[in-house]
């Protein structure tokens, strides 16, 4: 399912989310970008920072999970592409911003990570649970 689908339809704006195929349960998204013929993906990573790359490059190593409209389709190529281009300097950060944040901010949302937000909340769990069990060892 990674190569482009005849019939599928694709739009600048869209969101593109995909999986690890080494590690399923961690997910990476990004933004459609079409130019003439060829499809393309602007995301963040550790690699690259906010980068635009080639729809195959994109899901060499992850597997296609969902392609949505989002209010960015709206726009002209040349809005999204400036979007972008806003952004270009941004570097990665895992927790502070990630492809997550990078998506949010393309689409002039809240600047959040639902990833992070997990792994705090498990973290604060974890250690409330270390902690209590220290305490009720006294």
């Known amino acids: ?33 079409v130019l003439g013929n060829e499809l393309y993906i602007m995301h963040n990573t550790i690699e690259n920072n906010v980068d635009m790359i080639e729809y195959d490059r994109f899901l060499e190593k992850r597997e ?17 592409l400036n979007r972008y281009n806003k952004l270009q300097d941004r570097k990665f ?18 600047i959040e990570s639902k990833s992070v937000e997990l792994v705090s909340r498990a973290a604060v769990f974890f250690l409330g649970g270390i902690i209590f069990s220290s305490l009720t060892r006294i």
């Open 1 to 33: 399912m990674n190569e482009p689908n005849e019939t599928f339809n694709f739009k600048s704006g869209q969101e593109i989310t995909a999986k690890a195929k080494n590690l399923p349960f961690v997910t990476h998204k990004g933004i459609i970008f």
């Open 64 to 80: 296609l999970v969902s392609i949505k409209d989002t209010k960015l389709t709206e726009l002209s190529d040349t809005d999204v």
């Open 93 to 110: 950060n895992l927790v502070t911003y990630n492809c997550e944040h990078f998506i949010a901010e393309m689409k002039h949302e809240p």
